[in-house]
């Protein structure tokens, strides 16, 4: 947790530390931007507990799941399976609102989320609308 002193360029984290205004912060921290698809998925941890769901989005370095069973556990590593790759190992980095981010412990090549996306592009939201006569 970060609280702002009442000096506008200073923030104090709550171990004590402070940064000055020079210092950098980065609210996002990925150096490859996510990409959008559908792709269903399986993670299991070591335990064997599961989770089932959807990526949404995917990056070399994670992804973004819609959890529709089980609850993935913060920080746990989990082999995750999906589009008929290799079972990838991954972190839960966050949770939130039944979606969770993950990171993969070794990142996809470029060519392998190229691949991903086009084969499983994203779902687009359609409404049905009567045919003009």
């Known amino acids: 947790m970060v609280e702002i002193d009442s000096c506008p360029t200073k923030l104090k984290a709550t171990s004590g530390a402070e940064m000055s205004q020079t210092d950098e912060v980065q609210p996002n921290r990925r150096s490859s931007s996510r990409r959008e698809t559908h792709v269903e998925t399986i993670m299991k941890d070591a335990k064997g507990s599961f989770c089932r769901g959807t990526i949404d989005d995917i990056s070399e370095e994670g992804c973004a799941i819609t959890i529709r069973h089980g609850h993935p556990v913060l920080e746990r590593i989990y082999s995750i399976k999906f589009a008929n790759l290799e079972i990838q190992a991954g972190f839960v980095a966050w949770t939130q609102d039944g979606k969770a981010g993950m990171g993969f412990l070794a990142p996809l090549h470029p060519s392998v989320v ?20």
């Open 114 to 133: 190229d691949s991903i996306v086009a084969r499983f592009p994203p779902v687009e939201d359609t409404i049905t609308h009567p045919t003009p006569r």
